[in-house]
Structure formats: structure tokens, C-alpha cells
């Protein structure tokens, strides 16, 4: 997925100034924020960038922490005060999606690396757990349970020197294998996934966190 030239400048979508509610503040301290911004204004849902703590308004009712570094994006969030404002708003129960290094910051645990972020995901992560070697890689499978209302299939998985799930608590559950991995994980209103759903062109997965 390319990402059009006007998200570089972007701070919100159109719509995000006068909505009062039901915004998703993407975190855009690091990373690919923009193209999880792209995806939002092709579902008409409205967004905001947060990069200050000041950002995150009380329009903003779910949040996206997208792939990129994890290890600079958690010094990131703390300095910038958004840890304490994300992490309240995971503690209240309220909707958030995990992307590649949004899964690292979300786990209970990391089985490679002694950091903790916002530790809400009842897991076991491996950072990098496929090698800098393999860089990327692409597959298709499943999300979900066959028969659920919220069952996708064959979605495209893009993965870019990801995480997987070495094991998983009683709180979660898997909801995408790839090669005997979890790669996918819920959590009542989290999401979690080791791949980067806002490279592929496919919305499913946005679309099920906007239910949520």
C-alpha cells in the first residue's frame, strides 16, 4: 500500500476538528502511523495523530499503536506523556489495535527483552521473533473461529521483521497462526497482530476494531 503524499502533513482527518466523540487517535510518535490514517479516511472514520499528550482529547474513543520500533516508541511515549494517557485509557476497558510493535508495547511479557509497556495483553511476545535476515515476508490465513460473526478469511499478512507469540494467558485468545505461531491474538477490546494489516489494502480488520 502506498501511502498518498497528503498524510505526510496530515495532523487529522477532515472530519476529526468539530466530532466530539468516536475519533481514533493514532500514535505517531514513530512508525507507520500514516498508513493506519489512510485506512481510517477510506472507512470514512474519523482520526487524530497523537504525538503529545495534549493531543489525546476527550473526542478520542479507541487507539491504534502501529508498527515501527518498539524500544523507541515506548521512550517516546513516556517523554511525551502519552504513556499515561494511553495506558488509562486500556485500563477503562476502552477499544485498542496493536500492530507489530503495538503488540510488543501491549504484552504482559517479552521473552527476549527485560521492558514492560503497557503489559494488558494476557502474553508472551517475541520481539524480531523471525530474524532481521527474513526482513518481510507475506502469507494468507484466517482471523478468528470459523462460524464466529466476526470470522475473516483469508486475510493477507505482511510481516516486516515481526513479532510472534511465544505463549498465550487464559484472558486472550489466538486468532491467527502462521507456521505454528500466533500471530494474532483478542482480548475483549484489544487487538493484537504480530503482521501489518494497513499494508495490505484489505480493511477487515480496521472494520472489526471500529466495531468494537
Not at 93 to 99: A, C
Not at 131 to 146: E, I, N, P, V, W
Amino acid at each position: 500500500m502506498v501511502v498518498a503524499v497528503e498524510y505526510i502533513s496530515k495532523e487529522e482527518s477532515d472530519d476529526a476538528e468539530t466530532a466530539t466523540h468516536g475519533v481514533t487517535g493514532i500514535l505517531a510518535v514513530q512508525g507507520a502511523f500514516a498508513e493506519h490514517a489512510a485506512v481510517l479516511d477510506k472507512l470514512g472514520a474519523p482520526w487524530k495523530l497523537l504525538r503529545a499528550a495534549e493531543d489525546f482529547d476527550d473526542s478520542i474513543d479507541r487507539v491504534i499503536l502501529p508498527g515501527g520500533e518498539s524500544t523507541t516508541q515506548g521512550k517516546l511515549l513516556h517523554s511525551t506523556g502519552l504513556f499515561e494517557k494511553i495506558d488509562a485509557h486500556i485500563k477503562a476497558g476502552k477499544p485498542v489495535f496493536g500492530t507489530c510493535a503495538g503488540m510488543i508495547l501491549l504484552a504482559k511479557k517479552l521473552d527476549n527483552d527485560p521492558n514492560v509497556y503497557f503489559g494488558a495483553l494476557d502474553a508472551v511476545v517475541r520481539r524480531n521473533a523471525y530474524g532481521r535476515q527474513l526482513g518481510s515476508f507475506a502469507a494468507t490465513a484466517d482471523f478468528g473461529q470459523l462460524g464466529s460473526p466476526d470470522y475473516i478469511a483469508d486475510f493477507p499478512l505482511v510481516f516486516i521483521r515481526g513479532p510472534y507469540v511465544v505463549s498465550v494467558g487464559p484472558e486472550a485468545s489466538v486468532e491467527t497462526e502462521v507456521d505454528g505461531h500466533a500471530v494474532a491474538l483478542r482480548q475483549g477490546r484489544i487487538l493484537a497482530t504480530a503482521f501489518h494489516p494497513e499494508l495490505t489494502g484489505d480493511t477487515r480488520l480496521h472494520e472489526l476494531f471500529l466495531s468494537l
